[in-house]
């Protein structure tokens, strides 16, 4: 299966490593594997977004408030799991 997406990348090395990615425009495809043939197939909707927050430690104060107030809670989200789970549908949408 081949699966792309659009990420933006932060990193605070003052905050034991830190780091948050944000994934869009995620593409995936399982027959026509030749990379010269593009992409198609979007898991997600246009303003979806998979945020994904990495720490050694816990998550600082600052951002962990940040997040509530914004109403962003913590769930699951495996791109290929999305993406087996459109095959399983029949859907390249």
Known sequence: M????????YTDE???GLRVTLDT???????DLKME?????????????IMEIKTS????NWLAEG????????????????CYQ???EGSKQ
């Open 25 to 31: 425009n995620v593409r995936w495809r399982d027959t």
């Open 67 to 82: 997040l509530s107030q914004l109403q962003i809670y913590t769930s699951s989200c495996s791109k290929y799991g999305r």
């Open 37 to 49: 043939h593009g992409d198609y197939g979007n898991i997600l909707n246009p303003d979806e977004i």
């Open 57 to 60: 430690t816990s998550i600082p």
């Open 14 to 16: 003052q905050l034991d």
């Open 86 to 88: 459109k095959r399983i």
């Open 2 to 9: 081949y699966i792309a997406y659009d990420r933006i990348a």
